[in-house]
RNA sequence: GGCGGCGUACCCAAGUGGUUAAGGGAGAGGUCUGCAAAACCUCCAUGCAUCGGUUCGAAUCCGAUCGCCGCCUCCA
C-alpha cells in the first residue's frame, strides 16, 4: 500500500505523512467558538477533520486528538479591545458565559454525532505530561497552562509587559523584515491593524495580546502574574496542545482563513516558548460556500445549520456524504439540491447493506474482484485524502455486486465504511418489516391479500394510502415490504 | 496595496502532460414488474472561461485577458 499523503500548508506541496514517533500521530485541530450555533461550513470543517482522523487509523496509526473548545477570549474587534462574543452573547440571552458556553457545545456534540463525527473524550482534570492523550478540552479549563506558556515566552525575552497587556514582539521574532511561515508576508506586506485601532502600549501594530489586563467590564477574568485579566485568542492552542500533545505535534488542522493569522501566531508563541518545532504538518480545509459563490461565515449573520437540513426531512449524513464527494482543500458550493444528490448515495448504500443476504455477510473471504476496488480506495485516500474518488470507488463496487449477482463484499465494504463514516453496519439488520405500527401492518396484509386476488385498483388503492401516511411499499419477491419514507432519524 | 484560490456537461464534482475527460444527481430510452419501487443496461462535454505560447502531445505547464471568491479584523 502507498504511504499517506498530504498536503502540507508549511511547505506548499503534497508530502509522505511521517510521524514523528512511529505508529503514533500527535493530531490537532482548531475546534468550534461556542457563542453561536455550529453553521454548515464549521461542520465541513469538523467532518473533514474526522475523516482524516479515520484515515489515519485506517493506515494503522495510533491517532491522539486534541480539540479545542474556544469559550472566552475571542473579540469583537481585536484581541485588545472591544467585547468578549460569549460575553456578549450571555449578556443578551441574561445567562453567565459559562452557560452560553454549556449551551452550545452540547448543540455541537449532537451535530457531531449525527454527521457520525466522533470527538475526543473530555479531558481529564488535572496535569497530563506525556504520553499524548486524546482530549476534548475547554480553554477556560486551562488558564493555568497558558499562563504557563505566556510565562516562558517572556521570559524567553519574546514577551512584554505593558499596563494593557502582555504582548508578543512579533519584529524581535520574525528579524527584520521576516516573513510569516505560512502567510509568507513580510510585516510591511502585512497592513496589519490598517482597519483597526491598535493599543499605543503596543510597539507594533503586528504585536498581539497573549495576556489582557485592565479590561475590568469583562464578566471573565483570572489572576496572573501580570495581574488580573484574560488571555489573547491565540495562546489556547499553543497551550492545550503542549499539555496534552507535547512540543512538537505531528499535524495540526484549521481552517484556511487561520493562515494567516492565527496560526501563524501560534506558531511564533510556542516555538519562542519551547525552542521546538510547533507541528510538523499544517493542514488547511477549504469554505464551504453557498449558492452565489460566497462564504458562509458566523459573522455575515444568516448561515444554513444542521437542523435545517433535519428540518426539511434530509439524512444529517447526506450532508457527509455531500463533503466526502469534494476534495478538502477545494470550495464546496452548498444548496439543498446538492444535499439532496448526496442523500441519494446514503439511499443507494443503505438498501444495499439492508438487503445483504446471510450467506454474504457470513463468508469470511470477499469475492476476489473486490481486491481491485480495495486497491483503488486505498490509493485514493492516500493521495491527500481525494474522497470523491474514494466514494466513487465505494458506489462502483456496489454497482458491481449487483451486476455481478455477487453480493461477497461485506468485508471490504465495512473497511471501507470505517472510513467514510456512513455507519451502513447499522442497516444491516435493519428489519423493514415489523417496526411500523399496526394500523400500518395491517394495511400492508390487506394490500398483499387484494394482489393475491389479482385486486389491482384496491392494491394501488391501499398503496396510495400508505404513500400518504409516510409510507413507502415495495413488492419484492419475497413479498412486500414498508418503509418509512425519511423518517425523522 | 499585499497574499492566495477558483472558472470542467443542466447541477455537484474528480482528473493537473500521453489510451475513449472519474463518480454522483437530474434528464431520455430500455430490461424486470399487474403497476410501481429497487436494481441493472444504453444514451447524455471531439471538449475542460477566452486568446496566445511551450511540446511529438495540454483541461493539465507558461503568458495575457475576462469573470468569481477568500485572507490581511473575530470567523472552519
Known amino acids: ?20 514517533r512511529p505508529g503514533i500521530v500527535t493530531f490537532y485541530s482548531c475546534g468550534p467558538t461556542v457563542y453561536l450555533p455550529q453553521h454548515l461550513g464549521n461542520m465541513r470543517a469538523y467532518v473533514f477533520v474526522d475523516t ?6 485506517f493506515n494503522g496509526y495510533d491517532v491522539r486528538h486534541v480539540m479545542n473548545i474556544t469559550d472566552v477570549g475571542h473579540m469583537t474587534s481585536d484581541a485588545d479591545a472591544g467585547e468578549d462574543k460569549i460575553e456578549k452573547t450571555a449578556r443578551a440571552q441574561g445567562k453567565s458565559p459559562r452557560e452560553v458556553a454549556d449551551f452550545y457545545i452540547a448543540q455541537f456534540k449532537r451535530d457531531c454525532a449525527s454527521l457520525n463525527i466522533e470527538l475526543p473524550p473530555a479531558a481529564p482534570a488535572g496535569d497530563h505530561p506525556a504520553p499524548p492523550q486524546s482530549a476534548l478540552c475547554r480553554a477556560t479549563d486551562n488558564i493555568d497552562a497558558m499562563i504557563a506558556v505566556i510565562g516562558r515566552i517572556v521570559a524567553n525575552g519574546y514577551g512584554y509587559v505593558t499596563p494593557s497587556g502582555v504582548y508578543f514582539d512579533v519584529e524581535k521574532w520574525r528579524g527584520p523584515g521576516g516573513a510569516g511561515r505560512l502567510a509568507r508576508q513580510s510585516l510591511a506586506e502585512q497592513h496589519a491593524g490598517q482597519r483597526l485601532e491598535h493599543s499605543p502600549d503596543k510597539k507594533s501594530p503586528h504585536d498581539f495580546a497573549l495576556w489582557v489586563l485592565n479590561q475590568p467590564h469583562h464578566l471573565m477574568q483570572w489572576d496572573s502574574p501580570w495581574g488580573r485579566g484574560y488571555p489573547g485568542w491565540h495562546i489556547e492552542c499553543s497551550a492545550m496542545s503542549m499539555k496534552y500533545l507535547g512540543e512538537t505535534l505531528d499535524l495540526h488542522s484549521g481552517g484556511l482563513d487561520h493562515i494567516p493569522v492565527h496560526h501563524e501566531n501560534e506558531i511564533a508563541q510556542s516555538e519562542s516558548a519551547t525552542g521546538h518545532p510547533f507541528a510538523r504538518y499544517f493542514v488547511h480545509n477549504a469554505f464551504l460556500v453557498g449558492m452565489e459563490g460566497a462564504k458562509i ?6 448561515f444554513p445549520v444542521l437542523d435545517d437540513l433535519i428540518a426539511a426531512g434530509i439524512n444529517p449524513l447526506a450532508f457527509r456524504v455531500l463533503c466526502l464527494g469534494a476534495k478538502y482543500r477545494s470550495e464546496l458550493a452548498f444548496s439543498i439540491d446538492s444535499v439532496r444528490a448526496a442523500e441519494k448515495n446514503i439511499d443507494y448504500l443503505n438498501e444495499f447493506a439492508r438487503n445483504l443476504n446471510e450467506t454474504a455477510l457470513s463468508s469470511e473471504q470477499d469475492a476476489d474482484w473486490t481486491a481491485e476496488y480495495a486497491e483503488r480506495f486505498c490509493e485514493a485516500l492516500n493521495n491527500d485524502l481525494n474522497t470523491p474518488q474514494a466514494l466513487a470507488t465505494v458506489l462502483e463496487m456496489v454497482a458491481q455486486a449487483y451486476r455481478l449477482r455477487d453480493q461477497r463484499i461485506w468485508n471490504t465494504l465495512q473497511n471501507f465504511d470505517d472510513v467514510l463514516g456512513l455507519d451502513l453496519k447499522k442497516k444491516l439488520f435493519e428489519s423493514s418489516t415489523g417496526l411500523e405500527p399496526p394500523e400500518i401492518s395491517r394495511l400492508v396484509k390487506e394490500r398483499e391479500e387484494a394482489r393475491e386476488r389479482k385486486d389491482f385498483a384496491r392494491s394501488d388503492e391501499l398503496r396510495n394510502q400508505l404513500d400518504a401516511m409516510g409510507y413507502l411499499v415495495k413488492d419484492t419477491k419475497k413479498g ?6 425519511r423518517s425523522a432519524t
Open 1 to 20: 500500500m502507498k504511504p499517506f499523503q498530504i498536503y502540507n500548508s508549511l511547505h506548499r506541496a503534497v508530502e509522505e505523512f511521517v510521524p514523528l
Open 480 to 485: 412486500s415490504v414498508v418503509t418509512a419514507k
Open 52 to 57: 482524516l482522523r479515520r484515515a489515519l487509523r
Open 297 to 302: 461565515s458566523k459573522s455575515a449573520g444568516r
